[in-house]
């Protein structure tokens, strides 16, 4: 079954939506956080601790699962939920993103990429079609179109062909993928440029897929240009499909995403994080291996609902920190996953009633914003 | 309240016994197997996941918290117990191991041992008294007396006179720790020297400690010698004592153990193994990092009860290790502890029908052992 969204409310003030979300594996409300499961498995978490706080999709990244252990060896254990043993949906990138961050493509061309493999150096060629046919034996609930994403900024003539280019390819990828029952998602591209958002979002609704991403985003360039980004994009795009904003988790950016629009997030942020020492609070990141930790005998949040926060101290968790004890990174990310998510249930109440402006507001008062 | 040890009874064919230790923190059956929680934590697993697989009393050990964070904070959240959410008993040892082998004392005197912090290399030193002092705080179920754990081999000489001094700081420590409600154990030493191993037996025992640990081994002896060790040292002590091994949990020496009159053993190695990709089987250790185990979709162990192998493959957990994902570490550890509690488990019930023997035997038919 393709997933299925349900816009149910508008917000009065904002172009923020309320709506939920149907898949094989659940139906889910959005706006949403992902949490960020590369390599099959969100890192340091077992599924059960996931589900317990309330994460639904989470995302897998297919550049990895393609190296390592090899889409064959997923699809010979009965695909990916069956690996890793998420019951939850799951939703895949196309592997763009890596091939032109962490790869570094040798060669562009309209075929598709050439790279080089960050674990051997093995030169490996990548095509829109092939990006799908591995989704596919992935067997993901969502897949993504390959896509090409330039860093931040390049020249409007460069960004002009690269998003000419991306929609022939999330042509061929939909081409490929027409036998299948897996939903599959377009990418808007265009960089900072208004009208090649519009054009890139326009022709992208054209081949009509189950949802659209935004991309291009957090790639270098600063917040406002960021949010410009996404204003460009979300009012070209069809109310009735999903909007999921790709690689953005910053407590901040999730309100502003969400305001211009945006129903899915995913960021390796909180785990990330996690595993430095750092823990989200409504007063902004803390870093646990702070001396003014050493006897504070208190949650990192009193009011959160997380089993971090449920049973143990601040002190306990700098103690496992300051000694390089994995489970201090562990406790953090139930933590921090468990805070953004529960900023978008906070969000989406904040829909409810019409009052997000002022749930920002509110946010922002306490929020102590990281330095640039 | 001090422990309680209370024998159930002999087995028909060996020394090995059956009994329970009553503490403060529940009932629990001997023969036992302690999983480690050298820095107040048992490495990467919460109290809940221990308690799944069968935990009774872990260990923690004293040098460890005392450098970090040290015994003053420990105090202040209210106990180890309280510091890291664990509601079951706790022993520490006494720091005297730790010293000897990763700080590499400095000098040893009649008053105690200099050494550098293996942290930051400052000179510290360690007494009888300041041992207890420190476990005090530390408000485990029991303490272990301070003592010196000399390497394998010494001279007869140099042991006699190290068991003499081990001696009279066990009367120091005792002295020290006798207004505590807190367990405390005697050690007893002496290498693989017969007449030593039965003096410090008979010496320690005098002086009427909660229970005794056997020390001095895995220090680089060979088995034969090590089951000596034990041997020359368990027949002088008294029944209704409980007999610590410290620092044994190779599963053929837990075995070969209560054989010999143990009922409590220790050990890192379950945890260790495990962030190194290997698991514990009814058919010897096995590296998930063996190409073997790519395609592999049957769990660790078919007949085990852990949530590792009742939830995931070994194509799964190869494809964490091989991609340094700690969560193999994770899932590796709870199947590790796991094997090893239930093996003690299976060692009681065969206790339980005099078939101690046969159960060694069955075990050993399958069982395939390192090359040393």
């Not at 939909?174 to 208004?194: P, T």
């Not at 991309?215 to 994009?233: A, F, L, N, R, W």
């Not at 904003?245 to 629009?261: A, F, N, S």
């Amino acid at each position: 079954m393709k997933i299925k969204y349900t816009l149910i409310k508008k917000e009065g003030q904002t172009d923020a939506r309320l709506g939920t979300i149907e898949t094989n594996h659940g139906i889910y409300e959005t706006p949403m956080f992902m949490p960020v499961g590369t390599k099959a498995n969100v890192k340091m978490l077992i599924p059960e601790e996931l589900k317990s706080i309330g994460s639904g999709i989470i995302l897998a990244n297919t550049y990895h699962l393609w190296l390592r252990p090899g889409e064959e060896i997923i699809a010979e254990a009965g695909g990916l939920h069956k690996f890793m043993n998420y019951k939850g949906p799951i939703l895949t990138d196309s592997g763009g993103f890596q091939v032109f961050s962490l790869a570094k493509p040798k060669d562009i061309t309209e075929e598709g990429v050439t790279f080089k493999s960050h674990i051997d150096g093995a030169k490996i060629f990548l095509t829109p079609e092939k990006s799908i046919e591995i989704q596919n034996k992935l067997d993901s609930d969502i897949a993504m179109s390959f896509d090409e994403c330039p860093p931040f900024p390049v020249t409007y003539e460069y960004m002009k062909q690269s998003v000419e280019r991306t929609i022939r390819w999330a042509k061929r990828g939909k081409d490929a993928h027409k036998n299948s029952q897996q939903s599959l998602f377009g990418i808007v591209q265009g960089g900072e440029f208004e009208d090649l958002r519009k054009y890139s979002a326009l022709e992208t609704t054209k081949l009509d897929f189950d949802g659209y991403s935004i991309g291009g985003t957090s790639v270098g360039e600063d917040k406002p240009t960021m949010y410009k980004m996404i204003e460009y994009s979300t009012k070209h795009l069809p109310p009735d499909k999903v909007r999921y904003l790709m690689g953005v988790g910053e407590p901040e950016d999730i309100i502003e995403g969400v305001i211009r629009g945006i129903d899915i997030f995913d960021c390796v942020l909180p785990t990330r994080i996690a595993r430095h020492g750092n823990a989200f609070t409504k007063q902004g990141k803390i870093n646990l291996k702070n001396q003014q930790f050493k006897k504070d005998f208190t949650p990192l949040d009193e009011y959160c609902d997380c089993y971090t926060c449920q049973n143990y101290t601040k002190a306990y968790i700098r103690h496992l920190v300051t000694s390089d004890e994995a489970l201090g990174g562990r406790l953090l990310s139930i933590h921090n996953i468990r805070f953004l998510i529960k900023l978008t249930e906070e969000i989406r109440n904040a829909i409810k009633k019409d009052k997000l402006l002022e749930y920002r507001e509110a946010f922002y008062l306490n929020y102590k914003f990281r330095k640039k």
